[in-house]
């Protein structure tokens, strides 16, 4: 098996805060990698750093082989790495299909500027990815008018439009109503599969991660405590005590 | 092709209109634009003037107007800016149809308006702005200037200057940063360098224009103590610059010339001390030596300063030349053309070689249309009786020796002026008493 | 260049720096606390000199004592500030905080407009001058050249004990800690209850004071006409960006860079002499954009 | 269709019509109409930015670097020529655009307008003081140019001035239209709602930022040319910060965003700045100030805004009135 993304070593630190500390992480091809850990244990500053939001002090990360850890997140992004927010970030004034049309643009480089973007060849190809996270009923109102469940759908599927090979998601389900979290994991993870995409979220919610992780890490106090396949970790006493116990 | 047809429609519409040819009668009234900053800065120069020409036109209106005809007179205001100038001027000319523009104070409009005015065949009096350059570089069968231009103004300083303070040895210069600064200190430095090679330009300063402040020029002109500092300046600009020099000593240990001060004086007051060198622009001054016993000219002095406060300053005598200059012309042609009302174009032709006289002394239009001015300068001093320094060694200078002949360039004119031309030139003197 | 010029250059430029630092430091203040670039501010420093060049010019005029000048300074400035400030707080600033930023300038911008036009109306458009307040401190002569005793001495001991004054208020009074506590972060002043409605109005007739009272110190030195207000404010704009917006010292430090700058370039290229503020902000902002003391800001995601 | 329905979609046809016929009643406002074009088209620069969410202090820059290009221009070839003129101002417009846009992309908001400021006070002082250069606070003159060749009378060539500019506008109104809603165009109004997903689809906003700062440097440009050839002289005043602040405003006077309502906006602006300046001369800077304090405080969305919910008014009474006020809005913008 080789590792899509690496990271090795990495070091930050914000104020008195460790963010991370010695993280060793390696991301395999085709899997769905979930991680865990308490609030403020570094998963969002993890995501941060592979997608080259933030510098680490020290450490490297590879994608690919190839190093990527000085590189912004626009570079690491045409290198196939896409993310979703854990707050969706999107064109609050253009509409959901609009969204994913600019993603594709992005993705094709149509700089014409006599082009229209309703008119881009991808169009059809975004209708089909709205179709996947069921938002075509939506799919001409502005995204600021809509829930947040929606936004975060719509989210997910602007970094899905970029057809990457890896996709990082930050609490994909945070926002969204519980009686959902199932439903809208189960479209997301259907459009992974579609595209063949290797993927890696945050989450808190331990049935989603059982459901939906192929392999589970741990993060608390910006390390990564263990790394294995789901049922296992779950089960794990210090898992329970530090992480699950918390998030109940 | 729907813009075409339009185009036609209307041009034919256009085209029907004028053809109707009107008859010179006589008409109701006499229609004069005036341009004049009524805002901003030059508004010292523009506010006065107004009140003068509102004056004068009712005065003239009282007593028959011109020819019979009584005038009115719509201000523009040259402080809202160029490109509203320019729109207004159309405006009167081609909507209101004056028969007359008097335009402007600000040399950068009058730059605008000559050939503006030119195009629109309208009579236009450049009636105070200084530039020298417009007929030197073009000529005009529309545009007059009813009053003198830098050259003789700044000559005349230089002459002043050299005839009552031979042995100074150097001089510095504060000029506000804008055409008139620059150019007055070329025509300025041209002549001095000229009739008194060995001079010593020490300094050379260009504040910006409206600048409220001239503390470190100050310094500055304390430590390298020129004999002289000449400053064009005008205004608040001036004013400033006197009252800070002289709060700082500079004026006890340098002269100052100053030729367009006569328009600050009264706002000065005691600011300007005794022993420096003020010019008027031609020869405008509230006590003209030779007007001031007269009884048309004391009158209006006196009804100027009932009206506005203050006495009159160089614009009043440059509008009331206009407006003289107005009616000289009208009444030449009327006369030329049987006693009837003339066409436009036949006050046009009146103005050649017109005379007239303003509250001072003849002007003479030249064949370049150009005015003949006579140019007068003094020392402050300061007397009792007014609570602000007057003119005294006063110097009148003969306009036509100190205007460029026609067809030259003034730069060069006076670059090619000798030191001979001090003691050559005719020089008539009065004092503050006489 | 030798030792005596630097020195006179030093002179004049820290006299003009100390009157561009109240006018800088109100507006950095405001913009500080309340978020917003106010435009009319150069109108506050005109008004500011307005009301002491014509009140003082009659009642010197009617008999009364130079040395009145300088409380009539201060109590201009505290009158324009908490009239013209307030009321422009209140009626217009309170309507367009939640407004876009560019909004918020351009209704600053009209009232600039509009404020020209009412020093027309009320002072018309002849230049007023008047030093009584500089005449009754007299000369002093420094290296052969004389300097008044209120631009060398009294502007840079008053621009001093305006910063320190700001200091002490800011960090050892109630309302002070209130207004840096809303600089540093509204959300949470708010959130703890702190009543922001208060801090902006009392902020904006501080600065607005700032600024009218560095019209009125200019009042002194300068003729007072149309005009002088539009040039002031890009000027402070400069020191205020130079600085950093929202930082005080900064901005007296920023003022000392521009104000030596000046005067230096007119010693050396007077052609320079206008430039040089802006250069001087160019410099700093291409070298660091939040100015020199400005803190950067980065977004959450 | 009824024909309250027809009229949204007619308004701007039919005012360029009213707009074109004008001359013919007054012949002193075709001056007027092409000073308000040239200001329309710098206006449509600002727009640009506006989309981007950024506010250019300083735009008045490019406005006289086109123009004092063309007096160059002019004055080195005794005269010039119209078309010329027109193409090097606009292409060192957008030059000096490249320069300054390269490092004030690199800034929003507040510094973005502030430096754009300081580049165009820059300017400003630098062609209000090198006088023997740049003519000084007075400026130079721009003589008449030829026009392809042919010399022309001022009649002829205000006339040509004018319908040119006009023609041109509406072209450039199109183009503009047209970039609005391509994707590059659409890129540039994300970054107003959110630059962040837009690095992290691998666009780079600055890139973004930078074309439309081009393109808003070349309409200034052009609206600066036109300014420059129909008043016959440019100032240093060209570039003043009051300058930029105008342009500024009558962005936000037509409708923030808004293509038409650059020019609306313009137009009246305009008018009422000669009026007001011809009856009302000591207060008309007042008057255009409580006229934007209105507009800001009660029609944030300009007089584009205002026409479109007062058809919309109009058109609710019918049956077809969402219809109607939709089509106002879409024809509006």
Redesign the interface.
């Known amino acids: 098996m080789t590792a899509l993304l690496e990271a090795k070593g990495l070091e930050i630190h914000f104020g008195g805060v460790v963010a991370a500390s010695d993280v060793n992480l390696q991301i395999h091809e085709g899997k769905n990698l979930a991680i865990i850990g308490p609030n403020g244990a570094g998963k969002t500053t993890f995501l941060n750093i592979c997608t080259g939001y933030l510098k680490p002090s020290a450490g490297q990360v590879f994608f690919n082989g190839k190093g990527i850890t000085r590189k912004s997140p626009r570079e690491i992004t045409r290198l196939g790495v896409a993310r979703a927010f854990q707050i969706p970030q999107l064109f609050g004034e253009h509409t959901a299909l609009e969204n994913l049309l600019i993603a594709a643009a992005a993705r094709e480089r149509r700089w014409a500027p006599f082009t229209r973007l309703g008119q881009i060849p991808e169009r059809a190809e975004m209708m089909h990815l709205l179709e996947m996270v069921n938002c075509v009923h939506v799919a001409d109102r502005p995204v600021e008018e809509l829930p947040e469940g929606q936004r975060k759908l719509i989210d997910i599927a602007v970094a899905l439009a970029l057809k990457p090979k890896l996709l990082f998601m930050d609490e994909p389900t945070s926002g969204v109503a519980s009686s959902e979290k199932f439903a809208v994991l189960d479209i997301v993870a259907k459009a992974l599969t579609e595209s063949k995409v290797t993927s890696v979220f945050v989450e808190h919610d331990m049935g989603i991660v059982e459901r939906f992780a192929d392999e589970v890490a741990v993060w608390n106090r910006g390390e990564v405590l263990h790394r294995g396949m789901p049922d296992d970790i779950l089960s794990h006493a210090d898992v329970v005590r530090d992480v699950i116990g918390e998030e109940i | 092709m729907k813009?075409k047809l339009?185009?036609g429609v209307?041009g034919a519409?256009?085209l029907a209109l004028s053809s109707v040819v009107l008859a010179a009668d006589k008409p109701d009234q006499l229609q004069v634009g005036v341009t004049a900053f009524?805002?901003?800065?030059a508004?010292?120069f523009g506010?006065p003037a107004k009140a003068a020409a509102e004056m004068m036109v009712a005065e003239m209106n009282a007593s028959g107007g011109i020819g019979g005809v009584p005038l009115k007179t719509y201000?523009?205001?040259e402080?809202?800016?160029?490109?509203?100038v320019?729109?207004?001027y159309?405006?009167l000319?081609?909507?209101v149809e004056v028969d007359a523009m008097f335009a402007s104070i600000s040399?950068?409009n009058c730059?605008?308006i000559a050939?503006?005015a030119e195009?629109l065949k309208v009579l236009n009096f450049m009636w105070d702005c200084g530039t020298q350059r417009i007929f030197e570089e073009n000529s005009y069968r529309y545009v007059f200037r009813t009053q003198g231009h830098a050259t003789p103004e700044m000559l005349s300083s230089v002459l002043y200057l050299l005839k009552t303070k031979p042995d100074f040895k150097s001089i510095a210069v504060v000029n506000q940063?804008?055409?008139w600064g620059?150019e007055s200190w070329k025509m300025f430095s041209a002549a001095l360098k000229a009739m008194k090679p060995d001079v010593q330009i020490v300094a050379?300063?260009?504040?910006?224009?409206?600048a409220?402040?001239f503390?470190?020029?100050i310094?500055?002109l304390?430590?390298l103590r020129p004999d002289v500092i000449v400053s064009t300046s005008w205004?608040?600009?001036l004013?400033?610059f006197v009252?800070?020099a002289a709060?700082?000593?500079?004026t006890n240990t340098s002269t100052l010339v100053l030729p367009l001060a006569e328009s600050s004086l009264e706002?000065l007051g005691k600011?300007l001390p005794a022993g420096h060198i003020v010019g008027t622009r031609g020869d405008h001054y509230f006590l003209h030596p030779e007007r001031k016993s007269d009884l048309a000219f004391s009158g209006f002095v006196e009804a100027f300063k009932e009206k506005t406060g203050a006495y009159p300053i160089y614009p009043v005598f440059h509008m009331s030349q206009a407006l003289n200059a107005l009616k000289a012309a009208y009444e030449k042609a009327i006369a030329e053309n049987g006693g009837d009302w003339p066409e436009r174009e036949q006050v046009v032709d009146a103005m050649a070689g017109l005379s007239f006289a303003g509250l001072g002394r003849e002007v003479r239009i030249r064949e370049d249309n150009q005015g003949i001015e006579d140019q007068l300068l003094g020392t402050t001093i300061h007397v009792d009786g007014h609570e602000f320094a007057v003119l005294d060694n006063m110097m009148m200078f003969d306009g036509d020796e100190l205007t460029t002949p026609v067809g030259q360039e003034s730069v060069s004119w006076l670059e090619q002026l000798t030191p001979e031309f001090v003691g050559k030139v005719k020089v008539e003197a009065f004092s503050h008493g006489s | 260049m030798n030792l005596?010029?630097i020195a006179?250059?030093v002179?004049?430029?820290v006299?003009?720096a100390a009157l561009v630092f109240m006018v800088a430091v109100g507006l950095t203040l405001i913009f500080g606390v309340l978020r917003i670039l106010n435009v009319a501010h150069g109108s506050f420093y005109a008004i500011g000199a307005y009301v002491v060049a014509s009140v003082g010019g009659a009642i010197f005029a009617a008999g009364w004592s130079p040395w009145l000048a300088f409380p009539l300074m201060l109590i201009a400035a505290a009158v324009v500030g908490i009239v013209l400030g307030g009321l422009i707080e209140r009626l217009l600033l309170r309507r367009i905080y939640d407004k876009e930023e560019a909004l918020q300038i351009l209704v600053t911008f009209a009232v600039f407009m509009i404020l020209e036009d009412v020093q027309?109306l009320v002072w018309g458009?002849?230049?007023y001058?008047e030093?009584t307040a500089?005449?009754s401190l007299g000369?002093i002569q420094v290296?052969?050249?004389?300097?008044?005793v209120y631009?060398l001495i009294l502007l840079p001991l008053v621009a001093l004990a305006v910063l320190a004054g700001l200091r002490l208020f800011l960090r050892h009074t109630l309302s002070g800690r209130l207004i840096l506590a809303v600089t540093e972060d509204r959300e949470a002043a708010t959130a703890i209850g702190i009543d922001t409605d208060k801090i902006y109005l009392m902020t904006f007739m501080l600065g607005a004071a700032l600024a009218a009272f560095g019209g009125a110190l200019?009042s002194a030195?300068?003729?007072?006409?149309?005009?002088?207000g539009a040039?002031m404010i890009v000027l402070s704009f400069a020191v205020a960006a130079t600085a950093g917006l929202g930082q005080i010292e900064g901005a007296a430090l920023a003022a000392l860079l521009i104000g030596l700058g000046?005067?230096f370039a007119?010693?050396l290229m007077?052609?320079l002499?206008?430039l040089i503020p802006y250069l001087i902000m160019l410099l700093v902002l291409l070298w660091r954009p939040e100015g020199l003391f400005g803190v950067t800001q980065t977004r959450k995601i | 269709m009824t024909f309250m329905s027809l009229v949204p979609r007619l308004a701007i046809p039919l005012l360029l019509?009213a707009v074109?016929?004008l001359p013919?009643l007054?012949?002193?406002s075709k001056?007027?109409l092409t000073?308000a074009l040239a200001k329309g088209l710098a206006v449509l620069g600002i727009v640009v930015l506006l989309h981007a969410g950024q506010v250019s202090f300083g735009h008045a820059l490019f406005f006289a670097v086109a123009a004092y290009s063309a007096a160059f221009l002019g004055q080195a070839f005794g005269g010039g020529e119209l078309v010329s003129m027109v193409l090097i101002g606009v292409a060192s417009a957008v030059v000096v655009g490249l320069l300054v846009g390269l490092f004030v992309v690199r800034y929003r908001y507040i510094f973005f307008g502030m430096l754009n400021l300081a580049f165009s006070m820059i300017v400003f002082s630098v062609l209000?003081?090198f006088?023997h250069y740049t003519?000084?606070?007075?400026?130079l003159?721009v003589a008449r140019p030829l026009v392809l060749g042919i010399e022309m009378?001022?009649?002829a060539f205000e006339s040509l001035l004018f319908?040119g500019g006009l023609v041109i506008a509406v072209i450039v109104a199109w183009a503009v239209h047209r970039y609005f809603d391509s994707p590059i165009g659409h890129m540039l109004k994300t970054i107003k709602t959110n630059e962040t997903r837009l690095e992290y689809l691998g666009v780079s906003a600055r890139r973004v930022l930078l074309v439309g700062y081009l393109v808003s440097a070349a309409l200034c440009g052009l609206g600066g040319v036109l300014m420059a050839v129909a008043?016959?002289?440019v100032?240093p005043?060209y570039a003043w910060w009051i300058r930029s602040g105008e342009l500024v405003f009558i962005a936000i006077l037509g409708g923030a965003g808004s293509v038409s309502g650059a020019f609306v906006g313009a137009l009246v602006y305009e008018v009422v700045?000669?009026y007001a300046?011809?009856f009302a001369?000591?207060v008309?800077q007042m008057i255009l100030g409580f006229f934007l304090l209105g507009i800001i405080l009660y029609a944030p969305r300009g007089l584009i805004g205002v026409y479109g919910s007062f058809m919309g008014r109009i058109g609710s009474n019918t049956a077809s009135g969402k219809e109607a006020k939709r089509r106002a809005m879409e024809a509006a913008e």
Do not use: H
């Open positions: 813009m339009l185009c209307a519409l256009t009524l805002s901003g800065p508004s010292v506010e201000f523009v205001d402080g809202a800016g160029g490109e509203a320019l729109a207004e159309r405006r000319v081609q909507d040399s950068g730059n605008k050939p503006l195009d940063d804008y055409a620059r050379e300063f260009f504040p910006k224009f409206g409220p402040d503390s470190t020029e310094s500055r304390q430590a205004g608040g600009d004013d400033t009252r800070q709060q700082r000593g500079l706002r600011a | 005596q010029l006179l250059a002179f004049d430029g006299a003009y027309r458009v002849q230049p001058f030093a500089l005449q000369n290296f052969g050249v004389y300097y008044t631009q200019a030195t300068t003729s007072v006409l149309p005009g002088i040039d000046r005067s007119v010693y007077p052609e002499e206008v | 019509i074109a016929l013919f007054a012949p002193w001056v007027m000073l209000e003081k006088y003519g000084g606070s007075d400026g003159q009378e001022r009649p319908y008043q016959g002289i100032t005043e700045r000669t300046s011809a001369g000591d008309w």
